[in-house]
Nanobody
Framework: QVQLAESGGDSVQAGGSLRLSCSAS??????MGWFRQAPGKEREGVAT???????YYADSVKGRFTISRENAKNMVYLQMNSLKPEDTAIYYC??????????????????WGRGTQVTVSS
C-alpha cells in the first residue's frame, strides 16, 4: 500500500477558500482522490483524478472544488472555493489502482491518509 499524508485543513468562514494537499510515498497510483466525513455521517466521495487527467466530482462540490495532480511529485490537491458550512468535515486522501463505475465509492480505495479537519463557519 502507498502511504498518504494530507495537509491544509483549517477553519474558515463561509465563502472562503482552502487548498488541501496530499503526498503519496513510493509510487504513483492511478486514482487519487478526496473523501470527507462529517460527524454522524458516512464517509463520502468528493473528487478523484486519474494519472491521465480524468476527473470525477460529487454533485455537491461541482463548480466549487477543483482536484489536480502532480504525478512526478506524487501529489494531489483539492482547491475548495465558495465553502459552505455543510462542507465541514474531516477530509481524507485516498488512492487505488482500479475503481468501478462510480469512482467515488470509498470501498474501492485501498490506501488512506489520516485526514485533515476543515471547518466552515457561517
Amino acid at each position: 500500500q502507498v502511504q498518504l499524508a494530507e495537509s491544509g485543513g483549517d477553519s474558515v468562514q463561509a465563502g472562503g477558500s482552502l487548498r488541501l494537499s496530499c503526498s503519496a510515498s513510493r509510487y504513483t497510483v492511478y486514482y487519487m482522490g478526496w473523501f470527507r466525513q462529517a460527524p454522524g455521517k458516512e464517509r463520502e466521495g468528493v473528487a478523484t483524478m486519474t494519472t491521465d487527467g480524468r476527473t470525477y466530482y460529487a454533485d455537491s462540490v461541482k463548480g466549487r472544488f477543483t482536484i489536480s495532480r502532480e504525478n512526478a511529485k506524487n501529489m494531489v490537491y483539492l482547491q475548495m472555493n465558495s465553502l459552505k458550512p455543510e462542507d465541514t468535515a474531516i477530509y481524507y486522501c485516498a488512492a487505488t489502482g482500479a475503481a468501478g463505475g462510480d469512482k467515488l465509492i470509498p470501498g474501492s480505495y485501498i490506501s488512506w491518509g489520516r485526514g485533515t479537519q476543515v471547518t466552515v463557519s457561517s
